[in-house]
C-alpha cells in the first residue's frame, strides 16, 4: 500500500501565503502524477494542480500565476506553494499520486482563508 501524508494546512488571511508537502511512503513504485485537489463544503472535490514524473505541470484556470506545484521525485514528495490565497480556497486539499491503473489519496489537510 501506498500512504500520502499532507502538511501545511492552517488559517490565513486573504492575501497571505500557505505551503502544502505530501510525502508518500508504502510500498512505492513508480508514478504517473502526483497532485492536489481540494474540497469545499457542498461542492465537488476539484483539480488543483497535478506534476508528472517528467515535471509537466497542469493548474486549474482558478490558481494560474497565483500556485506554484513543485516535485521532489527522490523524496517522493509533492509541494503547493499558495500565493495571494483568496476566501474562496477554502477547502480541504488533497494529495493524489496516480500509477497506472492506481490512484492513492491522503486524509487531507484543512485550508482556511478569512476575509
Known amino acids: 500500500q501506498v500512504q500520502l501524508v499532507e502538511s501545511g494546512g492552517g488559517l490565513v488571511q486573504a492575501g497571505g501565503s500557505l505551503r502544502l508537502s505530501c510525502a508518500a511512503s508504502?510500498?512505492?513504485?513508480?508514478?504517473?502524477?502526483m497532485g492536489w485537489y481540494r474540497q469545499a463544503p457542498g461542492k465537488q472535490r476539484e483539480l488543483v494542480a497535478d506534476i508528472t514524473k517528467g515535471g509537466d505541470t497542469n493548474y486549474a484556470d482558478s490558481v494560474k500565476g497565483r500556485f506554484t506545484i513543485s516535485g521532489d521525485n527522490a523524496k517522493n514528495s509533492v509541494y503547493l506553494q499558495m500565493n495571494n490565497l483568496k476566501p474562496e480556497a477554502t477547502a480541504v486539499y488533497y494529495c493524489?499520486?496516480?500509477?497506472?491503473?492506481?490512484?492513492?489519496w491522503g486524509q487531507g489537510t484543512q485550508v482556511t482563508v478569512s476575509s
Open positions: 493524489r499520486r496516480t500509477w497506472n491503473f492506481y490512484v492513492y
Open positions: 508504502g510500498r512505492l513504485s513508480s508514478f504517473n502524477t
